[in-house]
């Protein structure tokens, strides 16, 4: 699963959660700008809905995706 996202000089942490809430994968990085992408591995993942969330200083956005 590839998560991309434009930072702003900022610290980001990206998670992969489940609907149960429980964090399933997180990857921090710090102080990334410019265009950003992130790989995560979801071989091991059970089929089924996720959330991945990106957090930073200047917000916080989250999307749901699926895995077959």
């Known amino acids: 699963l590839n998560v991309s996202f434009n930072a702003n000089d900022a610290n980001y942490t ?8 429980r964090t399933i994968a997180t990857q921090l990085y ?7 992408t992130v ?4 071989a091991d993942l059970a089929a089924g809905s996720y959330i991945v ?8 956005h989250s999307e749901n995706v699926v895995i077959k």
Do not use: P
């Open 30 to 36: 710090s102080n990334v700008s410019g265009a950003q």
């Open 14 to 21: 990206v998670s992969i959660t489940d609907l149960q809430g």
């Open 39 to 42: 790989n995560f591995n979801v």
């Open 53 to 60: 969330t990106i957090n930073s200083e200047v917000g916080t």
